[in-house]
């Protein structure tokens, strides 16, 4: 009898993935342990991790491993990871901060002695919350140089620079590999897995090359996937988006005034601004 109910419940589960991932595109499962202990931690941990049409958990709390499922463009499970330790959950990976732990209920408050070899994993030295908070001011940083690049990249094209675009190109390519894609806010870590590919493959052939034409051909890709960035991002001041309908192009200025990248003197103050980013 215990082993059909086991059978049973194996093939209740086998069915479950398979009809949630036909519900998710781009599917991909994997398997990780979360610590909890009861039916309440495993609402817990499904509602934390769940996204529609995007991440599916499914937490044993016998075994304590979880089953995502998971769409490959949309997210990844650092991302899914991490919204379940900030609802009180550990996971091999990502440690909860305490006071969200605090706050479970006592019976969900689960055996926490693999707290210290989480924190070495991570390689945390203080609790995961004071971390996390500093880390996301050295994302925001760290976007700050990425935007910063950019705009230098943008200059040099404006001046028809072709020797400086290549240099900007690959400062800019650096500080795009530089980012820490795990702590950035939940907005941008969706867009930058969107535009991350795109941005450091057209960065690359902009620095590869001291063609101005070329360059400005791969700017238009940088400038798109840019503006996706900076739409998500809180900056500390106005960034206006431009548009070129000569070549039917968009760029990103911290200046209101119009100087064309796309054209340089030739042609400097064509365009117009189309949108202010607050």
Same mark, same amino acid.
């Given at each position: 009898?215990?082993?059909?109910?086991?059978?049973?419940?194996?093939?209740?589960?086998?069915?479950?993935? %398979?009809?949630?991932?036909?519900?998710?595109?781009?599917?991909?499962?994997?398997?990780?342990?979360?610590?909890?202990?009861?039916?309440?931690?495993?609402?817990?941990?499904?509602?934390?991790?769940?996204?529609?049409?995007?991440?599916?958990?499914?937490?044993?709390?016998?075994?304590?491993? %979880?089953?995502?499922?998971?769409?490959?463009?949309?997210?990844?499970?650092?991302?899914?990871?991490?919204?379940?330790?900030?609802?009180?959950?550990?996971?091999?990976?990502?440690?909860?901060?305490?006071?969200?732990?605090?706050?479970?209920?006592?019976?969900?408050?689960?055996?926490?002695?693999?707290?210290?070899?989480?924190?070495?994993?991570?390689?945390?030295?203080?609790?995961?919350?004071?971390?996390?908070?500093?880390? +996301?001011?050295?994302?925001?940083?760290?976007?700050?140089?990425?935007?910063?690049?950019?705009?230098?990249?943008?200059?040099?094209?404006?001046?028809?620079?072709?020797?400086?675009?290549?240099?900007?190109?690959?400062?800019?390519?650096?500080?795009?590999?530089?980012?820490?894609?795990?702590?950035?806010?939940?907005?941008?870590?969706?867009?930058? +897995?969107?535009?991350?590919?795109?941005?450091?493959?057209?960065?690359?052939?902009?620095?590869?090359?001291?063609?101005?034409?070329?360059?400005?051909?791969?700017?238009?890709?940088?400038?798109?996937? +840019?503006?996706?960035?900076?739409?998500?991002?809180?900056?500390?001041?106005?960034?206006?988006?431009?548009?070129?309908?000569?070549?039917?192009?968009?760029?990103?200025?911290?200046?209101?005034?119009?100087?064309?990248?796309?054209?340089?003197?030739?042609?400097?103050?064509?365009?117009?601004?189309?949108?202010?980013?607050?």
């Amino acid at each position: 009898m215990k082993s059909l109910k086991t059978t049973v419940t194996a093939m209740t589960l086998l069915l479950s993935i %398979a009809v949630s991932n036909a519900q998710i595109k781009n599917a991909k499962t994997e398997k990780v342990k979360i610590f909890g202990n009861c039916g309440m931690c495993e609402t817990n941990i499904e509602k934390a991790g769940n996204l529609k049409n995007t991440a599916i958990v499914d937490w044993d709390k016998d075994s304590k491993i %979880a089953t995502i499922s998971y769409d490959t463009a949309k997210t990844n499970p650092d991302e899914i990871l991490k919204r379940i330790a900030l609802a009180g959950y550990d996971s091999e990976k990502f440690l909860a901060p305490d006071t969200k732990y605090d706050k479970l209920h006592a019976c969900c408050q689960y055996d926490r002695d693999a707290k210290e070899l989480i924190k070495m994993a991570v390689n945390e030295s203080t609790d995961m919350e004071s971390n996390y908070s500093v880390a +996301m001011q050295e994302q925001t940083n760290q976007l700050k140089l990425v935007f910063d690049d950019y705009f230098a990249l943008k200059d040099a094209l404006v001046k028809t620079d072709a020797a400086m675009a290549s240099i900007k190109a690959k400062d800019l390519f650096v500080a795009i590999n530089a980012v820490e894609m795990e702590t950035l806010k939940m907005e941008e870590h969706m867009v930058w +897995m969107k535009v991350y590919k795109n941005l450091t493959s057209d960065g690359k052939k902009i620095s590869e090359t001291q063609d101005v034409k070329v360059q400005r051909e791969f700017f238009k890709s940088v400038s798109k996937n +840019m503006y996706e960035l900076m739409k998500v991002s809180k900056e500390d001041t106005p960034t206006y988006y431009q548009y070129c309908p000569m070549v039917k192009a968009n760029w990103l200025s911290k200046e209101n005034e119009v100087k064309n990248p796309y054209y340089g003197s030739k042609m400097l103050t064509c365009g117009s601004t189309v949108e202010t980013i607050k």
